[in-house]
């Protein structure tokens, strides 16, 4: 059974920080590209970065500089490190796993407010 779970969400005041986490199993983590997505409320999910297996990262211009993906495929897990957190970095933040197949984690909110 696969399951992504999402952890590290918070309130956290304009300049802070945040480490989002997200441990998979029931897949072979190690193959999969991790991503992680953001949807703030009444807009569509976007990408804000995404990490290979061989560690090659990608990441969103909005975030480039702030923000940094990691992965440990001995602990199935993979980390955003998110840095001076602005108020319209507020959203839901999702992890995903994609290879042949696609699955989704359920969440964690990430709310940036004096």
């Known amino acids: 059974q696969v399951q992504l779970v999402e952890s590290g969400g918070g309130l956290v005041q304009p300049g802070g920080s945040l480490r989002l986490s997200c441990v998979a199993s029931?897949?072979?983590?190690?193959?999969?590209?991790m991503s992680w997505y953001r949807q703030a409320p009444g807009k569509e999910r976007e990408l804000v970065a995404s990490?290979?297996?061989?560690?090659?990262?990608n990441y969103a211009d909005s975030v480039k500089g702030r923000f940094t993906i990691s992965r440990d495929n001995a602990k199935n897990t993979v980390y955003l490190q998110t840095n001076s957190l602005k108020p319209e970095d507020t959203a839901v933040y999702y992890c995903?796993?994609?290879?042949?197949?696609?699955?989704w984690g359920q969440g964690t909110q990430v709310t940036v407010s004096s």
């Open positions: 990490i290979t297996g061989g560690s090659r990262t």
């Open positions: 995903k796993a994609s290879l042949f197949s696609a699955y």
């Open positions: 029931g897949f072979t983590f190690s193959s999969y590209v």
